[in-house]
T-cell receptor
Framework: DAGITQSPRHKVTETGTPVTLRCHQT?????MYWYRQDPGHGLRLIHYSYGVKDTDKGEVSDGYSVSRSKTEDFLLTLESATSSQTSVYFC???????????FGQGTRLTVV | AQTVTQSQPEMSVQEAETVTLSCTYD???????LFWYKQPPSRQMILVIR??????QNATENRFSVNFQKAAKSFSLKISDSQLGDTAMYFC???????????????FGKGTKLSVIP
């Protein structure tokens, strides 16, 4: 299995507070992704990175920011959490030269 | 932008029987991959099978096979000899391979919940 670790695995936070989710990989993969999964919507791309300090928005990026200061870490920040951001968040990685994306175990975030 | 449509929110199949999950997609690209991912109750995303768009031969992986119809933009998954462990959400996904905006992003359908009945 690819070495992808998401932290925390579960979090409950209050509306209006900042939240940062971390994705750490040991595979030296170039590409990293943040998705959210909601019932009836599948997985939707929030942001992705194609290299250190190279990031771009996905289809549901409003209210989220990301940073990638080194290859192994991709951080997702909710600047001011809202109840609509209650979801399960998945990180994924993909190496150059292969097509398979590997996923972390997911983070369940609840905003109350 | 690419879109992926799975028109069957839920399906069920008897153990040992065969089931087919549907997926259609919309793209103007010629160079892409298609995937089926499985998500069991553990929530882990597991790659089941992949298909290269430029290959006419349908991909197979043991009990799993696809019917790839490029002109129709259809990519169905057939599971033969269904087992209880096949119970899961199944997601169809598309990946554009050309350089430029959106390359190497996975776009997912909404998923099909498959239940295998003993």
């Amino acid at each position: 299995d690819a070495g992808i670790t998401q932290s925390p695995r579960h979090k409950v936070t209050e509306t209006g507070t900042p939240v940062t989710l971390r994705c750490h990989q040991t595979e030296n993969h170039r590409y990293m992704y943040w998705y959210r999964q909601d019932p009836g919507h599948g997985l939707r791309l929030i942001h992705y990175s194609y290299g250190v300090k190279d990031t771009d928005k996905g289809e549901v990026s409003d209210g989220y920011s990301v940073s990638r200061s080194k290859t192994e870490d991709f951080l997702l920040t909710l600047e001011s959490a809202t109840s609509s951001q209650t979801s399960v968040y998945f990180c994924a990685t993909k190496g150059t030269g292969n097509t398979e994306a590997f996923f972390g175990q997911g983070t369940r975030l609840t905003v109350v | 932008a690419q879109t992926v449509t799975q028109s069957q929110p839920e399906m069920s199949v008897q153990e040992a029987e065969t089931v087919t999950l549907s997926c259609t997609y919309d793209t103007s690209e010629n160079n892409y991959y298609l995937f089926w991912y499985k998500q069991p109750p553990s929530r882990q995303m597991i790659l089941v099978i992949r298909q290269e768009a430029y290959k006419q031969q349908n991909a197979t992986e043991n009990r799993f096979s696809v019917n790839f119809q490029k002109a129709a933009k259809s990519f169905s998954l057939k599971i033969s000899d269904s087992q209880l462990g096949d119970t899961a959400m199944y997601f169809c996904a598309f990946m554009k391979l050309n350089s430029g905006a959106g390359s190497y992003q996975l776009t997912f359908g909404k998923g099909t919940k498959l239940s295998v009945i003993p």
